[in-house]
């Protein structure tokens, strides 16, 4: 069984998401975070390895890297942008039982990945798979709920409904 890898280019799906992008205007951190956390629900949906890499040049200093949500989080070291972390990482990577996919608009960084071995997911085509996610999370949760007993105990109508009354301050 193949191991799937997911790497997104973290500004370049923040600036092509619209949720994302309104969210930028008003706090690039807090745009950053949904990314992460929108990862975490793709990453516990599909099991895949997800890693996002966001440039150092917004963030500058030596690369850091920490485990946020179950995702991993690269910010690159100072002078290496987001899309040659990416080149080197899917190089790195690659392997007979490894299957990268990488998740940019970036056209040029997309041929240079794939020339490399590794699948290009446009930030568009993500956009739409988490979309899906979501409806398919919703769902589950309606399921979950609707095979939940209401009560743990059985009332009758009338029971139950001298409850709702006494819930609503009414005599």
Known sequence: MKQEILLVD????????????????ESLADARDRLIERMAEYKAHTGWRVIILFDAHLMPGVEKKNNKHQVEV????????????IEKMVSELSGRRVQIHVATSDL???????????????????????????????NKVKVI????????IQLSDEVAEIFEKWRRGMK
């Open 10 to 25: 973290g500004y370049n799906v923040i600036g092509a998401w619209p949720e994302l992008r309104k969210l930028k205007l």
């Open 145 to 152: 709920q609707e095979q939940r007993p209401s009560s743990k």
């Open 108 to 138: 040029t960084e997309q041929w240079v990945i794939f020339a490399q071995g590794a699948l290009r997911k446009s930030a568009r085509e993500l956009e739409i798979e988490m979309k899906e996610i979501d409806k398919l999370i919703t």
């Open 74 to 85: 690269v910010f690159t070291r100072e002078n290496e942008t987001a899309d040659e972390r």
